[in-house]
């Protein structure tokens, strides 16, 4: 079993900054994608950042130039970085990550969501 516990969130106002952060553990044997994604309500969920097979990184449109993700692969744990935050932003955001377990046997994991609420 693969968990993913993530961390930060919460209230900020317009045009302030968040942090994030995602911890993966349990019988990892390859982590190949981990990221985020977030879903606002009444909408689809959308990618905001991820690091890709081969350590490429994509950005969701909404929040290329504002965002920033890293990782601590050491500790595969993922972290995001969001500046001049908009309401717009408020959504759950969720973990993801993909990746072969201890057994070979692929997982395809979502963190229980965080949410992040812009708002003066």
């Known amino acids: 079993q693969v968990q993913l516990a993530e961390s930060g969130g919460g209230l900020v106002q317009p045009g302030g900054s968040l942090s994030l952060s995602c911890t993966a553990s349990g019988s990892i044997f390859t982590i190949n994608r981990m990221g985020w994604y977030r879903q606002a309500p009444g909408k689809q969920r959308e990618l905001v950042a991820i690091?890709?097979?081969?350590?490429?990184?994509q950005y969701g449109d909404s929040v290329k130039g504002r965002c920033t993700i890293s990782r601590d692969n050491a500790m595969n744990t993922v972290y995001l970085q969001m500046n001049s935050l908009k309401p717009e932003d408020t959504a759950v955001y969720y973990c993801h990550a993909l990746g072969y377990d201890s057994t070979r046997q692929v997982y395809d994991n979502w963190g229980q969501g965080t949410q992040v609420t812009v708002s003066s």
């Open positions: 690091f890709t097979s081969g350590g490429n990184i």
